[in-house]
């Protein structure tokens, strides 16, 4: 079968280009990720010698590699992990993107309790602007969502601590839970958490903590079909288990971190999740 660059792939090579990587380890990855050599060589090339020619003697400004919270101990994978007395099951992992999926991370009581004391305070979701700094409604998210403070209520706090336990990152680290409810056709389109280093209100978020450096989303209920967390970049979708959640680190603000995702469009049922991002240094 032939296969065809995309646009979304043209770009993503030409970014790691711009940033200096190795052509050598992008074919690599290129092939890991299923693409054959004969598709992208070419286009490989065209890329490498454009940006010669435009910058001959140019050094590629280095993007900063930040310290990112891992949940999992060096050596085999485990089949799951005591957490504050509770077993959390280690269902997947990945190691680019680095994803760790989990089963148990919450209980039903848990679940509930968060979806119950969200629900009267849902409003249609927002996202943070790089563009400002603040927040504004996106046409990209068509859920209805709301954030908690950073410990407001003794289930909150539960969840944080065991969050910061299974991740080895502090507390102090994390944003306040946000919880997102998608109806049927509801959607979150592909994305990077991480804040867009080239985005002119990006400094302005950076004062409070410093970059994101991970995502967990947990599942608070099972959407029938649809809803999965995809990962367009490797073909990967995670199911919307309840109890469930899916962790995901970027060490770079870069798209070679290859952690673009999205929520997919819930089919039947619906979905929802709280999730926690987490911040290089103290979130205040
Ligand atoms: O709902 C999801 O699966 C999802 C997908 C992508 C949530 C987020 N991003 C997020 O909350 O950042
Ligand atoms: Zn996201």
Redesign the pocket.
């Known amino acids: 079968m032939t296969q065809t660059v995309t646009p979304e792939l043209r770009q993503w090579i030409a970014d790691q280009a711009k940033v200096g990587a190795d052509p050598e380890v992008v074919l690599k990855s290129l092939l890991d990720t299923g693409w054959h050599r004969e598709a992208v060589i070419d286009e490989m090339r065209q890329i490498w010698r454009g940006l010669h020619e435009e910058h001959p003697a140019a050094q590629p400004a280095p993007v900063p590699v930040m310290r990112v919270p891992e949940p999992l101990p060096e050596g085999g994978i485990p089949s799951a992990l005591l957490v504050d007395g509770r077993e959390v099951r280690v269902i997947a992992a990945m190691r680019l993107p680095r994803v760790v999926v989990f089963g148990n991370l919450l209980s039903h009581e848990e679940c509930d309790a968060l979806i119950a004391l969200a629900r009267p305070r849902m409003a249609r979701s927002d996202v943070v602007s790089v563009t400002t700094g603040g927040s504004e409604i996106h046409a990209a998210r068509t859920s209805d969502g709301m954030f908690f403070q950073r410990g407001e209520n003794e289930i909150c706090q539960r969840i944080e601590a065991r969050l910061a336990t299974l991740l080895g990152w502090p507390l102090e680290n994390g944003e306040g839970l ?1 919880v ?1 409810h ?1 109806r049927p056709g509801a959607e ?1 389109k592909p ?1 990077y ?1 991480y804040f867009d280093p080239k985005e002119k209100g990006t400094p302005s978020i950076l004062q409070r903590g410093g970059q994101r450096v991970a ?1 967990v ?1 947990m599942y608070l209920n099972d959407a029938k079909v649809g809803g999965g ?1 995809t990962f367009p970049d490797v073909n990967f979708e995670v199911a ?1 288990v309840k109890g469930n959640a899916v962790f995901f680190s970027y060490d770079k603000a870069h798209s070679s971190s290859r952690t673009l ?3 997919a469009p819930v089919v039947e049922g619906e ?1 929802w ?1 709280a ?1 926690k991002w987490l911040r290089e240094g103290e979130f205040r």
């Open positions: 946000q997102l998608y979150y994305h958490d995502t989303v967390t919307p995702h999205g929520g979905k999740i999730t």
